[in-house]
């Protein structure tokens, strides 16, 4: 069991001894009772063993793929722009 307390904008890492199943649980603690109050708690996680360099988060890697989509579209883009811009001089040619 491990017990941590952070600031709040602050990382939580864990490395588990054996796989399997863990529950982890979070709790928030308020110096007063203040009803308004709304907890974010963004939650990213990666899997793989420690050490590792490789281990990419399910969020970089949707950013790493929208990244190529998106350059693949630009180079479409470039190409269609090429095509039109021969087109035109193939009309006043002729």
Do not use: W
């Not at 709040?8 to 490395?15: A, H, I, R, S």
């Not at 009772?33 to 907890?39: I, R, S």
């Not at 988060?57 to 998106?70: M, R, T």
């Amino acid at each position: 069991m491990l017990r941590q307390q952070n600031k709040p904008d602050g990382k939580l890492f864990m490395t588990a001894s054996s796989t399997g199943d863990h529950l982890i649980c979070f709790q928030a603690i308020l110096s007063q009772y203040m009803p308004n109050v709304h907890v974010r708690l963004p939650l990213e996680v990666f899997i793989g063993h420690a050490g590792d360099h490789d281990i990419t988060s399910p969020i970089e890697a949707q950013l790493n793929d929208l990244h190529y989509k998106i350059s693949r579209t630009v180079e479409q883009v470039t190409d269609i722009e090429r095509e039109q811009a021969l087109q035109r001089v193939m009309i006043t040619i002729f």
